[in-house]
């Protein structure tokens, strides 16, 4: 939308980690041995980088205008001035999707290289400490208290499903990015589910993929583009682990609103 609108920028087929950089993604492979190999390609593409410091957050300097940079961190841990000087488009997920989604990704990853149950990555996800970018309702309750202001665009993954054109067409009109609807119909079909699961090269390249993924989970499971289908849960959760999802909603959601926007979209 903000680069590509004609879908025919030259470095459209790049990996989405080397034109919208994951701020935090260094701090999560680090200690692999495999991180090296960004670091390779970090240098052949921007030879005047900087060895010493973060890949990530140097390419997102140097990115061509208008940027976009990637996040899971919550507002706390982001900069102060972030709302005054960008705008961020925050995504909501019914969480009990989001914990299926994430088990998958955790048991991919190698940085993740989770090898528990269901049972026990959902008592980590809810308990909210023992799950990297959690706990999910303190994460949501930080943007849900900054609904209003005028350069956040809170959505939902449910409504961007159901209601895909809709929410493109208020995202154009969020960044400004004049975009046409014949424009917008072919970024439905470029950014619909499907599409991108069959390019290969969407998240890292070929070459460095197999180096942080897992090659027995990555075709049983799905890969990193698995299902992407909104209440998935329901027929995935025991009646138990339904229960236990209930229950810790009712408890920390900070607004009705938010659950009524999920269910409901």
């Known amino acids: 939308m903000r680069n590509n609108p004609e879908l025919d920028n030259p470095l459209a087929a790049t990996a989405i980690s080397f034109k919208s950089p994951f701020l935090e993604y260094e701090s999560l492979v680090d200690h692999l041995e495999a991180s090296d190999s960004l670091m390779e390609t970090f240098s052949k593409q921007y030879p ?7 890949p990530f957050i140097q390419l997102g300097r140097v990115i061509p205008r208008p940027r976009t940079l990637r996040t899971h961190m919550p507002f706390p841990l982001l900069s102060a001035t972030l709302l005054d000087k960008g705008k961020v488009v925050y995504v909501i997920r019914d969480p009990r999707d989001v914990c299926l989604s994430y088990f998958h990704h955790c048991r991919l990853w190698t940085y993740h290289d989770f090898q528990g149950t269901l049972d026990q990555f959902i008592d980590a996800f809810i308990g909210g400490t023992a799950v990297l ?47 046409t609807h014949q424009q917008i119909e072919k970024i439905m079909e470029y950014t619909s589910f499907e599409e ?10 070929s070459g460095s993929a197999s180096s942080f993924v897992k090659s027995e989970h990555l075709e049983k499971e799905g890969g990193f583009f698995r299902k992407g289908e909104a209440g998935d849960w329901r027929k995935d ?10 229950r810790w909603i009712q408890e920390n959601c900070p607004d009705q609103e938010i659950m009524d926007n999920i269910i409901n979209p």
């Open 48 to 54: 005047e980088f900087d060895q010493s410091c973060s």
């Open 133 to 179: 970018f959690g706990p999910y309702w303190q994460h949501v309750r930080e943007a849900w208290s900054r609904r209003h202001h005028p350069h956040l665009f809170i959505t939902y993954y449910e409504k961007l499903k159901s209601k895909q054109k809709q929410k493109l067409l208020r995202l154009n009109s969020f960044f400004g990015s004049n975009v």
């Open 196 to 205: 991108m699961k069959s390019r290969k090269n969407h998240i890292l390249s």
């Open 237 to 246: 959760l025991t009646e138990e682990q339904k229960l236990k999802f209930s």
